[in-house]
């Protein structure tokens, strides 16, 4: 289909013989009151303490959290249809704001947002989608308030370690993790954590999840630029003028050479950036790898992102791909 939800269809036998129900196209109203009412319903999962709940109460659960799977499922087939991201990014803005709102820590801001995560790559590994980058802690985080530092490395620590001691989630999405950026900037026992994190799961086959701590895209660049410098030097000291020319080493530095030396080198482009709250910065955020990717600004602060938003996000996306296609194959065209 050229467009996901243009139709429904229903395949009456094992004929060729379909039913075509027209269903809204994306960007219409008619698409807000349905996705909003099954998003709730996804989103709500009362909690039951079966020592104090009556049996009426548990089964009544279970039928809820049945119809929440099934209806979920539904959705993900509808989404199906149409082309489908390969690499969403996700900038996770509004952990603080979320905490000051409700007048909680602010520790408990981002472990309500560590918690949105999980359930995050659960609904994108559901959906198919292969790659899943997140900026968890930008370079210039390290100029905040020296307590909140600290308390976000303490956090950093203990989450990584619950993946290494707890490994449901990795194991459920068979999940590779990364880490991209200076880590050596990072405290020593956070670094230690996330270079065991990746090295444990470096045999994985399916997700691919890739934390940006501490990073910026401007420090990246930087790093690929050196790198392709000092490789280019490398060579031209083994090597005289004349075998370096013959065997086709150049001056020039190409956007294929970059591509090789970033972190994200081996990993598609993203489809879809998400950033929470309803910013609108990049922040310093995959500048290099983001020119055809589709920019997404929800207004639902992080610890608030949920199933709902990611299906509307991918809706917009599946709106506007044959124009991003178009302008991607076109840039290839240029190189």
Known sequence: ????????????????????????????????LPIKMLGSLISYSPSVNPKTENPDELIATGVLASLQNFIRKCIVAVLSYGPMPKHIAFIMDGNRRYAKFRSIQEGSGHRMGFSALIASLLYCYEMGVKYITVYAFSIDNFKRDLTEVKSLMELMEEKINELLENRNVINKVNCKINFWGKLDMLSEPVRVAAEKLMVSTAENKGLVFSVCMPYNSTSEIVIAVNKVCAERRDILQREDVDSVANNGVHSDISVADLDHHMYSAGCPDPDIVIRTSGETRLSNFL???????????????????????LVWAILQYQRVHPYIEQSRNLAKKQL
Not at 13 to 25: A, D, G, I, L, T
Not at 297 to 307: A, H, R, T, V
């Open 1 to 32: 289909m050229a467009n996901a939800c243009s139709f429904f269809l229903i395949r009456a036998s094992k004929s060729e013989n379909f039913m075509s129900f027209p269903v809204c196209r994306p960007d219409t109203a008619c698409w807000s």
């Open 287 to 309: 500048l290099w790898q983001t020119t055809f990717s589709h920019l997404q600004n929800p207004d639902p602060l992080w610890p608030e992102f949920s199933f709902k938003h």
